[in-house]
């Protein structure tokens, strides 16, 4: 009888920790997936922070346009999608276009200002919000930003504010 006791326990053991590991992967993957969305979170916000600011610019600058614009530039998006160290799908492009009601050729003319750190100081942003060797890219006409350190999320890569914000759609 006792054989039989030792049988049902190891057999009850092997079935627990089966489980427990399921649970386990189950709330390891859910924690990852937490961490990824708050990563694209923080760089949407960062984005959405210089959309405020280059907004306020262009309307400046519509009134009088003797003003500099900020950041370097401007740059334009090449026939193979690259602007600088940027590569954009042609589904982000698209994505752009529909936005704003233009054509994916029309993306491409547009003139792309290249802000760093100390651009985003001298309008009162945190320097922070790039790392090093990392640039937003900035269209004033349409308030679109690009941010030069792709962002990954459904095993898809994005650069553009739009892109990110329609990753779920």
Known sequence: MLKNN??????????TIVII?????????????????????????????????????NEKYSFDNHITLVGAGPYKISSSNQLENI?????????????????????????WYKWNNSDLVSQNLDKNMLGDSEYFYVNYEHAEILYSNKTSKNNLDYYSMTGLKNINK
Not at 32 to 56: E, P
């Open 21 to 57: 590991l399921i649970l386990a992967g189950i709330s390891l993957n859910s924690g990852f997936s937490v961490v990824d969305d708050m990563r694209v979170g923080r760089v949407i916000t960062n984005m959405n922070l210089v959309q405020a600011k280059v907004q306020i610019i």
């Open 87 to 111: 590569t954009m799908s042609q589904k982000e492009i698209k994505l752009i276009a529909d936005k704003v009601n233009v054509s994916e050729a029309d993306v491409l003319n547009w003139n």
């Open 6 to 15: 030792r049988g049902v326990t190891i057999l009850a053991l092997v079935v």
